[in-house]
């Protein structure tokens, strides 16, 4: 399996082949299929995103009560998984100081 390396933007949801500008906040090597997997936790938590910014102009619904930001979180954790996984060690590294995995 041919692995490629690919510069991820988590704030963007960006994966790309060439780094331009600021899309480097984390280094992977994967496999087609595994960016294509990528791809598709970046669409779900941009799905809750925008489920939550709706929620957020209903005034009778807290923020702690709200499904779609559990969701968000949830995909967010499921993100910095995938990208641990398929990391340099600099990408583990960062993520383990961030903190993120933990529970």
Same mark, same amino acid.
């Given at each position: 399996?041919?692995?490629?390396? =690919?510069?991820?933007?988590?704030? #963007?949801?960006?994966?790309?082949?060439?780094?331009?500008?600021?899309?480097?906040? $984390?280094?992977? =090597?994967? #496999?087609?299929?595994?960016?294509? #997997?990528?791809?598709?936790? $970046?669409?779900?938590?941009?799905?809750?995103?925008?489920? @939550?910014? =709706?929620?957020?102009?209903?005034?009778?619904?807290?923020?702690?009560?709200?499904?779609?930001?559990?969701? @968000?979180?949830?995909?967010?954790?499921?993100?910095?998984?995938?990208?641990?996984?398929?990391?340099?060690?600099?990408?583990?590294?960062?993520?383990?100081?961030?903190?993120?995995?933990?529970?």
């Amino acid at each position: 399996m041919d692995r490629d390396k =690919y510069y991820i933007n988590i704030g #963007t949801r960006e994966i790309s082949l060439n780094h331009d500008g600021n899309n480097d906040d $984390f280094l992977i =090597y994967a #496999t087609k299929e595994e960016v294509i #997997t990528l791809r598709e936790i $970046f669409d779900e938590i941009y799905n809750s995103d925008v489920r @939550s910014f =709706y929620r957020a102009h209903v005034p009778f619904k807290p923020y702690h009560q709200d499904e779609d930001n559990d969701e @968000s979180d949830m995909e967010m954790k499921h993100a910095f998984q995938k990208i641990y996984d398929l990391g340099d060690e600099t990408t583990k590294n960062h993520i383990v100081e961030m903190g993120v995995l933990e529970d």
